[in-house]
């Protein structure tokens, strides 16, 4: 919290009297901070009531906060460690209720021993009134442990093949409003500096000067994709118990999630050629969630094997066969959607310019063209990956152009589904599908209507399911 102080200081010399000034706020500031910690600390209590079968907090300096939040409430309890915890030896403690952000359950410094004890207890508490209501579920209670672990040489491939051209455009996007405040602030110096560049002869010209410039970049860009693969997957563990998944991983803080089966709303495996060929997977599950805490409903566990990535989808989904009932492409009038959205950069270039006389119609032609052919090639390529299919517990979406992804829920736990039909879809018979779950939305556009039967099976398998999943 001090460190816009820190800076000032060392930026600004300052004055005997307002440094005593600063001292002497700095002083009463720290007080504060340590009486208010303490009696928070001394405020902080929670225990279990089994008499309630609730988990009991207490908190609040000024006012106090009462959360009971009772066992079935309780969705996931997960461990998170950053760099100073570390050192100290203690774990922050996420008891989520699948409820409002505010009423997640967070202690923040508590031993591993007791930690453990305490998620155990909240865990087989909240079994004993969620129980498996099928046979899928008590087998898959029974299934043998196994464990994956992550090596550096697989953190470097997955770096190394990752969408590293997210960062060389920040990087870009960075040098660039560098440059041209330099450009704006040294103006006469620039122009002294050209003059001076002129009369030195470079090999290739400014094409050389571009080529090593966009090397530069291309390399940091690879890495800090590699940094911050190592640093949020860093001794990734991935362990099967008989009825959860258990993943730990991080280097600046320590994550340490343990996975439901019947919380999973979405499980997404992607790859791209890349990586398939080295036999990397990612695998992206989905949670149950609120609205409110969608980013925190996420887990990506990278740099699966082939094997591995089927041994999640067997023990998430309690090994079911697939059968494919039916399956659906989008009409080419999604892919005449895209194309006419993909053309507004291209109008409002040529407006916008147009209107205040500055345009160059030979370099805005080149730009325009190159644009074209790339975004159209990309639309085709992604109309043409879109697949929606059916089988008896399942619907799976397929998509993707460089990294190919395939989503897959099961029917009995989808909460709505939006058909939308747009007047100019009606003579085509063509309809817009959203599928709401728990853990977000799968929308499919522009399929034809003959979908709408396996809607109403959809329902019916939501209807006549007794599995829990919440």
């Known amino acids: 919290m001090f460190w816009a102080l820190l800076f000032y200081l060392l930026i600004k010399q300052p004055s005997e009297i307002p440094l005593l000034y600063v001292n002497i706020s700095f002083a009463v500031i720290l007080l504060g901070v340590v009486l208010y910690s303490y ?54 403690l996420v008891i989520d209720t699948a409820g409002s952000a505010a009423k997640e359950v967070k202690i923040k410094a508590i031993n591993r ?26 087998e898959a209670e029974e299934k043998s442990s196994w464990e994956y672990r992550l090596s550096l040489s697989t953190l470097l491939k997955i ?19 560098i440059f041209n405040e330099l450009n704006n602030l040294f103006n006469e110096e620039k122009e002294m500096l050209l003059q001076a560049a002129g ?32 640093i949020k997957y860093y001794n990734l563990n991935l362990k099967q118990t008989k009825d959860r998944l258990l993943l730990e991983m991080g280097l600046r803080t320590n994550t340490r999630v343990g996975l439901q089966p019947r919380r999973v709303q979405i499980l997404s495996i992607t790859t791209n050629p890349i990586q398939q060929k080295l036999d990397l997977w990612e695998a992206r599950i989905t949670l149950a969630s609120s609205r409110s805490k969608k980013g925190k409903n996420k887990v990506n566990i990278p740099g699966l094997t082939g094997e591995a990535a089927s041994r999640v989808k067997e023990f998430l989904y309690h090994r079911r066969e697939e ?79 460089w990294d190919k992804t395939v989503q ?63």
Do not use: C
Request: charged content about 20%.
């Open 39 to 92: 009696f928070s600390y001394r405020n902080f209590q929670f225990h279990i009531d089994y008499s309630k079968e609730e988990f009991i907090l207490r908190k609040g300096v000024f006012s106090s906060d009462y959360l009971a939040v009772p066992f079935d409430k309780i969705q996931q309890v997960n461990f998170e460690r950053g760099i100073l915890q570390r050192i100290i030896g203690v774990y922050s």
């Open 199 to 230: 009369k030195v002869a470079v090999p290739t010209g400014s094409a050389f000067i571009y080529g090593i410039l966009f090397l530069v970049l291309l390399f940091l860009s690879i890495l800090i994709t590699v940094a911050e693969v190592f």
């Open 323 to 401: 059968i494919t009932l039916a399956s659906y492409r989008p009409h080419t009038v999604d892919l005449f959607r895209r194309i006419n959205i993909s053309l507004i950069p291209v109008g409002l270039s040529l407006v916008f310019p147009l209107a205040m006389a500055e345009v160059n119609f030979a370099e805005w032609a080149v730009f325009s063209s190159i644009y074209l052919v790339i975004i159209t090639s990309y639309n085709y390529l992604m109309h043409k990956s879109l697949r929606l299919e059916f089988s008896e517990d399942f619907f799976v979406k397929s998509y993707g152009v």
């Open 408 to 470: 897959t829920s099961e029917l009995y736990k989808l909460q709505a589904v939006s058909v939308k039909s747009p007047f100019w879809y009606k003579r085509r018979g063509l309809v817009n599908l959203i599928f709401h779950t728990a853990g977000g939305d799968i929308s499919f556009r522009a399929v034809d209507e003959e979908v709408l039967k396996l809607m109403n099976y959809s329902l019916y398998k939501v209807e006549t399911s007794n599995l829990a999943w919440m």
């Open 113 to 138: 021993e007791e930690a453990e004890a305490l998620s155990e207890i909240l865990i087989s508490r909240k079994k004993e009134h969620v129980k498996p209501d099928s046979e899928i579920e008590q």
């Open 159 to 177: 770096g190394l093949s990752s969408n590293f051209f997210r960062g060389f455009g920040l990087i870009l996007a960075f040098f660039s409003t």
